[in-house]
């Protein structure tokens, strides 16, 4: 992948957050970070959503030829969320409920709000 196509996938990325974000709003979510990152990975966006905290992976398809948006949200990649998770929590040294939901949003701008997509095993 050049530096052209990076971009330009981080451009659309950046633009399907906001939608995301302006979803969550929307039901009443309140957003507290968005593209947290460390060395090791990235969240999309932090929320609250009454008592938990609720770490959000935002997965974007045009068409669904390579599948669904959620099936790239792989277990190494819900591995690598709960551990930025993990540190986003104990830098801030909170003990609270939290959970990972994944948005999927599709080509015609629909979204699938998936809650609990996954967990630590």
């Known amino acids: ?3 052209m196509q990076k971009q330009n996938n981080r451009k659309v990325g950046t633009k399907y957050e906001q939608f995301a974000q302006k979803y969550l709003i929307e039901k ?3 957003i507290l970070e968005t593209n947290f990152k460390i060395r090791t990975g990235e969240i999309d ?3 609250k959503d009454n008592e938990y905290f609720v770490f959000f992976e935002v997965k974007y398809r045009t068409r669904q030829i390579y599948g669904l948006p959620k099936e790239a949200v792989t277990r190494a990649k819900q591995k690598n969320i709960i551990s930025v998770a993990k540190y986003y929590l104990f830098s801030r040294k909170l003990d609270v409920f939290c959970r990972f939901d994944v ?3 599709f080509g015609d701008e629909s979204i699938n709000h998936i809650e609990n997509a996954f967990w630590e095993a």
């Open 1 to 3: 992948m050049n530096y």
């Open 28 to 30: 009443n979510y309140k």
């Open 103 to 105: 948005i999927e949003i």
């Open 45 to 47: 966006i932090i929320a």
